[in-house]
């Protein structure tokens, strides 16, 4: 039997704020601009609203984190409302 020697991230390891934001910019940007099937988008946005939803409602995040993960959920969730019109 062999052992899974995969490397595990540590825990309580969040990307950064910025990385997320700018992976919601990216999307946003690519839709702005017709680079992106609609399909792709709402799929990422789905994975970046699930992980941000994760991460606000980790009761171990600081209030001060809290704040700028909900702000980025909330952009998420209305750029996926501005796909689905």
Do not use: C, W
């Amino acid at each position: 039997m062999t052992q899974d020697v995969t490397p595990k991230p540590p825990t309580g390891d969040r990307p950064d704020l910025e990385n997320l934001d700018a992976a919601l910019s990216h999307v946003d940007q690519q839709v702005s601009s017709g680079s992106i099937a609609s399909g792709a988008a709402k799929g990422i946005l789905y994975s970046l609203i699930e992980t941000l939803g994760t991460f606000v409602g980790d009761p171990d995040l600081p209030e001060h984190a809290r704040s700028g993960y909900e702000g980025l959920l909330e952009a998420a969730r209305e750029l996926r409302a501005k796909l689905d019109h």
